[in-house]
């Protein structure tokens, strides 16, 4: 690991030459955070560092459409009033995204600490936000609260929108919905139901009534295909079972 976060390091330093790296806040399958100072500012460099195992000129081609999408979806929603680190520099070549820094706890490690009246207040903010991503055709990818940032102003900003994308399907929106219940579920069971009433609360707000039943069906529909798939799952692990008993 030493190794590989000091080539990350190395990288960051030759593509950009006013990075001050301080910290490397995580390393993913996909990119590294690193936490620094660009210009005298604190920023977060988002690094989609080359991945060797990849044909070269495909991994080229893959971090810099990846990076460039990212940020159009971080401006978009940035500019519709939805809180999110603002793009400061990008450089889709080096796959290099820099990124406001923005100081709070993942908003995973302190529900827990926090007044259930408190949370219910957060999370019709976030409903709100996350209906006026999906009015505008953001989709965030992965919404869960290990990606959400919450403030010392108690503001929630959305971060990671590495597996985002722009779409008006019902499908699409439906995912990242079913994505937050499943978040709460299993991070957050016991308040999820409460949670997740004032998460739609704010986000029919924005989005309408009827809006709201096609998401909660099309929720509704994604879990039932899930357990489908499990129950199918689970009956042919006993099948084999059984199999290897005669």
């Known amino acids: 690991m030493e190794e590989i976060e000091e080539n990350i390091l190395k990288y960051l330093s030759k593509i950009e030459r006013d990075a001050e790296a301080e910290e490397i806040v995580n390393i993913g399958a996909e990119a590294a955070l690193i936490r620094g100072k660009w210009l005298e500012e604190e920023v977060i460099f988002k690094l989609r560092y080359p991945k060797l195992y990849r044909n070269t000129i495909l991994d080229l081609h893959l971090r810099k459409i990846r990076t460039s999408h990212e940020a159009k979806l971080l401006s978009e929603a940035k500019f519709n009033g939805v809180p999110v680190p603002s793009v400061l520099f990008i450089n889709p070549e080096a796959g290099l995204l820099i990124l406001e820094y923005v100081k709070g706890p993942k908003l995973r490690d ?23 991503l999906h009015l505008n055709g953001i989709i965030h990818g992965d919404l869960t609260t290990s990606n959400m940032l919450l403030t010392e102003k108690n503001e929630v900003f ?4 590495g597996l985002g994308e722009f779409s008006n399907e019902v499908e699409k929106q439906g995912v990242d919905i079913h994505l937050m219940l ?9 308040h999820a139901r409460r949670l997740f009433e004032a998460f739609i609360k704010g986000y029919s707000s924005v989005r309408g009534e009827e809006w709201k039943e096609k998401i909660l069906n099309k929720v509704r529909e994604i879990r039932m295909r899930g357990r489908y798939i499990s129950e199918r ?4 692990k006993q099948s084999k079972g059984f199999n290897n008993l005669s």
């Open 110 to 132: 302190i529900i827990d600490h926090i007044k259930l009246s408190e949370c219910l207040e957060i999370f019709i903010k976030i409903g709100k936000n996350v209906g006026i």
């Open 158 to 161: 959305f971060i990671d929108f």
């Open 182 to 190: 499943r978040a709460l579920e299993s991070t957050h069971p016991s």
């Open 233 to 236: 799952r689970e009956s042919h």
